[in-house]
């Protein structure tokens, strides 16, 4: 079985720059390049959707 590894899972691990970084952070608006940060919050959150995340299933 492979390795699954999210975007930026070694290099980012600080919890409000993964919200709200200008360049693809998951709780900002408007980013340059969509929102790459969500899977690595979610990952770090244990897989879990935390209460105010910003997109629902």
């Known amino acids: 079985m492979g390795n699954f590894e999210v975007y930026g899972q070694n290099s980012w691990s600080d919890i409000e720059q993964l919200k709200y970084n200008s360049w693809g952070g998951c709780y ?4 340059s390049n969509g929102h790459p940060l969500c899977t690595r919050l ?3 959150n244990g ?3 935390p209460d105010d995340y ?3 299933f």
């Open 54 to 56: 910003p997109y629902r």
């Open 42 to 44: 979610l990952q770090i």
């Open 47 to 49: 897989w879990k959707v």
């Open 28 to 31: 900002k608006e408007n980013t």
